[in-house]
Structures are given as structure tokens and as C-alpha cells.
């Protein structure tokens, strides 16, 4: 099924990206685009995912430089930029791969897009992840490791539910019960013509 797959690519991702465990290490995609696109998008968009669970902890630190944080912002808003664009990349993979699918009369449009969902699967990931961490930490008090244990339990529940409904969505795709509509996401906040505050800046 798709879904195992990638739950498979993302623990790799999450993995490899642990080894040196810093946000300042070079990226590098396991998978050739031109040979295998899937794995290579859904790689690049959990190391992209595991980098702004880096970030999002950092500009936490209540003592860290404004300078610094300001910096860091900067980084987070470009991390999502490219967030963003690589879910639209999944999508169109997806589109691409089902366009001679023949859509039947009575066939829906799901709430999301697979891409969305598949999102979804990858920040599940990175939460399974930090929560076992969490039920093995040795400083950790044994109250706080049970209570995250029923945690980690419960998002293991919700990625087995989120895979299953990926599968089945990418099912009715392919045999035209449901059909895929698009929107991209069009955010305004980066584009120098949409935000009123880079506008002045011109």
C-alpha cells in the first residue's frame, strides 16, 4: 500500500537527518526524482518537515538573541514556502498519475487532497518520533514517561486511521469513485505584490 511506503520513507528521512541532528547540514535526496519521483518528493518533504521541527523548538528559547530570532523567522517563513510547494509537487504527481482515469457520474470531491493528508502523515512522523523519546527519556520521571506512553500510543492509532484513509482516497481516485480538484494555496504573505508591508518596501 502507498501509505506504508511512506511511513517507511519518512522514518528514513527522520533517521538520517538525526545522525548529525543539526539544522545546518547539507540535504541530500536518497531517492533520483527521475527514477523514482514519489519517494523523492515524500523524502524531501519530511527532511523539510524535520528541519522546521528543528527551528520551532530553537526560536522557543526564552533566552535567544532577537537578532537571532529574527533570523530564524525568516528561515521558518522560507521553510514553509517550501513546505507548501512540495505538497503542491505531490499533488501534481498525483494528478498527473490518474488524468486518464474516467471519472464516474456520481463520483465526489474529497475535503482534501492526498497531498494534504499525506502532510498530515509526515508531521505524525516527526510527533511518534519525539514521543518515544519522550517514554525512554533516563531523566524523565516514571509519571511522565507513562504519560507518554498513552500519547504515543494514541498517535500510533491516528497514523494506522490517517494511512487507511490515504489508501482508500487514493483507491477511489484510481477507480474513478472520487476525483481530485486542486486549489493551490496561494499564500500571500511572501509575495511582494500580495503583502501590503513588502508593497511599501518597493
Known sequence: MFSHRANEIFQEAIKTYKV??????????????DKDLIAHLLYRKCWIDTVQWAYEDIIRDPNIDPVAALELKRKID??????????????????????????????TVNSESPAWAIDRLSILALKIYHMHLETIREDASEAHKAACEKKLQVLLEQREDLSKAIDKLLDDISKGDKYMKVYKQMKMYNDEELNPVLRGKK
Do not use: C, G, H, M
Not at 545546518?24 to 535526496?29: A, E, L, T, V
Not at 513546505?83 to 499533488?91: F, G, L, N, Q, S
Open 20 to 33: 548529525l541532528n543539526t539544522v545546518d547540514q547539507p540535504f541530500k535526496n536518497k531517492y533520483d526524482k
Open 78 to 107: 522560507a521553510s514553509n514556502q517550501d513546505r507548501t510547494d512540495t505538497v503542491e509537487y505531490i499533488d501534481s504527481y498525483f494528478l498527473d498519475k490518474y488524468k486518464d482515469v474516467e471519472v464516474k457520474p456520481y463520483a
